[in-house]
Every structure is written in structure tokens, then in C-alpha cells.
């Protein structure tokens, strides 16, 4: 929680301010959008994108060392409520969606390995931070990044709208998922 990306009112620099150092500059852009990993470590940037381009670039920062890896050049979604790039739990994945792909993809970069893949389909990473989880049929499925292993979760669907059962899990004490 000490670190933070900065911008002065009525400027278009951002600035990395970490507790007890200088502020760091990351560059100037009309809209920067930045999240932090849980740990700290690290934080994505979208932007900046000259006004006539289409995309933006996507970019992973490691606090501390100045290193920027490159993820991607993404079309956002001009939808509300869309969702942002997120870090998994452990720090080292992030999962985005490209709205410029023709299946509005999600993509898994490695931060570790510099390394990026299509995923078939996210709804949310799994607490451990080595796996996320995801729809199949309407049923509740776990992949494990390392060993690429899928295991079904539950063998009932989540009630509600279907329309909605991408979001219908939520994990609870001890690695129990609870449904919705």
C-alpha cells in the first residue's frame, strides 16, 4: 500500500511515488489507467495512445527496477462496466481482455517469462494465485497455469440469470466455493 501512481491536477505526467524515495516519472498521457498486483511489485499501465489510434499499448512496471515489459497493443471496450487488466494473486499473471480480437479474447502475460497466450474464457482467479477459474457449459472450472490441468469445481450450475453466471463464484475458508 505504499506505493502509488500520481498525477498532478491539470497535468498529463504520471509519476510512480513509492514511501521514502523520490517520485519516479512514467510519462505523459491524457489517460492513463493503472492497477497494482496485490503484492506490490509490480503495476500494469494502459496508455498513453495518440487520439487517432484505436489501441493502446498495455504495459507490466516492476517497482523498484525501472523494468517495463510490453504486453500488448489492446483495443479497450467503449462499453461501460467493461473489465480492467488483474493481476492474479501471486503477482506474476495478468489476465486482459481485447475487445479488438474477434472473440473479444482474454489473454494470460506472464510477467516472469515475458510470455503471452490466448485463454479461452476468465471469470476470476482462484485464491491460490497459480490458477484461475472459468465457464464450461455453465459449470464452474478450474485451470492450473502451470501443469495446463482443467478440474471441474461443482457438477451444478449456478442459479440465477444466465446471462450473469460468469461471476457465480466465490471462495470461502479452507478452498470452498460457494455457487451463486
Not at 517497482?63 to 489492446?74: C, D, F, M, R
Not at 440469470?161 to 460468469?166: C, G
Amino acid at each position: 500500500a505504499s506505493n502509488r501512481i500520481l498525477r498532478r491536477v491539470g497535468s498529463s505526467e504520471a509519476w510512480l511515488w513509492s514511501a521514502g524515495r523520490e517520485p519516479v516519472s512514467l510519462g505523459t498521457s491524457v489517460g492513463y489507467s493503472s492497477r497494482f498486483s496485490l503484492d506490490g511489485t509490480r503495476f500494469y499501465l494502459e496508455g498513453p495512445s495518440d487520439e487517432s489510434s484505436e489501441t493502446m499499448p498495455l504495459s507490466v512496471h516492476i517497482v523498484g527496477s525501472g523494468a517495463a515489459l510490453t504486453v500488448a497493443q489492446v483495443k479497450p471496450c467503449a462499453c461501460d462496466g467493461a473489465p480492467p487488466p488483474m493481476f492474479s494473486p501471486s503477482g506474476r499473471y495478468l489476465m486482459y481482455r481485447d475487445y479488438g480480437a474477434l472473440s473479444h479474447g482474454w489473454y494470460l502475460f506472464d510477467t516472469a517469462n515475458a510470455w503471452l497466450s490466448a485463454v479461452s474464457a476468465f471469470t476470476q482467479w482462484h485464491p491460490d494465485g497459480d490458477s484461475y477459474i472459468f465457464m464450461r457449459d455453465s459449470l464452474p472450472w478450474r485451470h492450473d497455469i502451470a501443469t495446463g490441468s482443467e478440474r471441474l469445481l461443482a457438477d451444478v450450475a449456478p442459479v440465477g440469470h444466465p446471462d450473469y453466471r460468469d461471476n457465480a463464484v466465490e471462495f470461502l475458508g479452507g478452498g470452498l466455493a460457494l455457487l451463486r
